[in-house]
Every structure is written in structure tokens, then in C-alpha cells.
């Protein structure tokens, strides 16, 4: 089982450019977040989904959007990358119903300029 | 709202050391605990837990108690080792959900 896993492990955006991070699991979790890590500070959720077709906001969702198509994928998409988006974004499942632990992907690097 | 608060780091000990890292909450109602690590160059993992007042979590010799009355469930490691060296975070969930408030996170480095 690979778990979580993240593409890509690094990216460099320029301001205005738009990309995708992608997010797949394999372990059958109905749940699943994103989260963003800044120097210094804690996780703070930016979208997450309960399930395949269901997705709903976090703290901090503003510039970024997301879609739940399968259970499997989760991608995040930045429309405007703006220097404030530079962060390490993680992704994270959970089953949701026996078990309240969270599995997290390695994370994104993603620096804007 | 929900919020945590944990000791500023970093915290740098010699191996064989006590530690404590503090963490403090702010929640309605009960919420349940954690610690999650997170390894140079890696995801957070679960430390461990605790979903009771006076429960104690423990796990790879490292423990904490959650103090209802001191809203506090400091993390406690007897001897701590190299290999400990990571950043820990201390996250509430509360009873009605399953989204995680983190606090700001720990390092730790443990020199040999």
C-alpha cells in the first residue's frame, strides 16, 4: 500500500500562474483534507470532503479550489498563485468512522515569486 | 473558536534527557487529543491520543496525560534519543467532527 501520496515534492510558480496538486490515496477513506503549513506555524485546513462528490471550506480557502470526483483523488488547485501561497501543502485521509486518526502525504513545497 | 497552544521551540537537548513540551487548549466542551511527529522531509504522523479526561496516551516511550482542569496534555519522554529529533505538534478534535486544530508545532533536536 503506498498510502498518501503527493505530486510533485517541489514546485517554483510565478505570480498568476495556475497548477494543480495532486493528492491519491489507497487505503478506501472516506475522508480527506488539505492543509497548509507555513515557517514556523501549524496546519491550517484550506478544504476538505467527506466523500466522493462532497467538498466543503476550511479555514483558510480563499484562492484555491478543489474537486472530489473518486474516492481516491483529491487535487487542489491554485487559479492566481500569489507569494502568500507560498507554503507546504499537505494532504491527509481519515476513515471517518472507526478511527479518528489522520494519515498524511509527504507535502508539496510550493514557493511563489 | 478552537485553538492550541504549545511552548516555542527550538528545544535542544543532549540524548538521555527528560523532556516536556507544553500544550495548552481552548475548546467547547470535551474534545479528544493528540500529538502527531513530523520527521524531517515527512508528513505528520500519530504520536499518540487521548480521548478522556485522565486518559494518558502513551507510544515509543513518549507520554502525556490530558488534564482537563489545567486544559493541558503536556508531552513527556524520559530519555530522549537522536532519532527523536522531529517537530511535534499538538492538535484537539472536537467531539462533533473530525477536523484537527493544530498547534504551532515544537522542534526538537537531540544532540548526541
Known amino acids: 500500500n503506498a498510502g498518501v501520496t503527493q505530486t510533485p515534492k517541489f514546485r517554483i510558480l510565478k505570480i498568476g500562474q495556475s497548477m494543480t496538486l495532486q493528492c491519491t490515496q489507497d487505503?478506501?477513506?472516506?475522508?480527506m483534507y488539505w492543509y497548509r503549513q507555513d515557517p514556523g506555524m501549524g496546519l491550517k485546513l484550506i478544504y476538505y470532503?467527506?466523500?466522493?462528490?462532497?467538498?466543503d471550506k476550511g479555514e483558510v480557502p480563499n484562492g484555491y479550489n478543489v474537486s472530489r470526483s473518486t474516492t481516491e483523488d483529491f487535487p487542489l488547485r491554485l487559479e492566481l498563485a500569489a507569494p502568500s501561497q507560498t507554503s507546504v501543502y499537505f494532504c491527509?485521509?481519515?476513515?471517518?468512522?472507526?478511527?479518528?486518526?489522520?494519515?498524511f502525504g509527504p507535502g508539496t513545497r510550493l514557493t511563489v515569486t | 473558536g478552537d485553538s492550541v497552544t504549545q511552548m516555542e521551540g527550538p528545544v535542544t537537548l543532549s540524548e538521555e534527557a527528560f523532556l516536556t513540551i507544553n500544550c495548552t487548549y481552548t475548546?467547547?466542551?470535551?474534545?479528544?487529543l493528540f500529538w502527531y511527529v513530523q520527521y524531517p522531509g515527512e508528513g505528520l504522523q500519530l504520536l499518540l491520543k487521548?480521548?478522556?479526561?485522565?486518559d494518558k496516551g502513551s507510544n515509543k516511550g513518549f507520554e502525556a496525560t490530558y488534564r482537563k482542569e489545567t486544559t493541558s496534555f503536556h508531552l513527556e519522554k524520559g530519555s530522549v534519543q537522536v532519532s527523536d529529533s522531529a517537530v511535534y505538534f499538538c492538535?484537539?478534535?472536537?467531539?462533533?467532527?473530525?477536523?484537527?486544530?493544530f498547534g504551532g508545532g515544537t522542534r526538537l533536536m537531540v544532540k548526541p
Open positions: 475548546a467547547t466542551g470535551y474534545p479528544s
Open positions: 470532503s467527506v466523500g466522493a462528490g462532497i467538498t
Open positions: 487521548a480521548t478522556k479526561a485522565d
Open positions: 487505503m478506501n477513506h472516506n475522508y
Open positions: 491527509a485521509t481519515q476513515d471517518g468512522t472507526s478511527s479518528y486518526e489522520q494519515y
Open positions: 492538535a484537539l478534535r472536537r467531539n462533533a467532527g473530525n477536523m484537527l486544530t
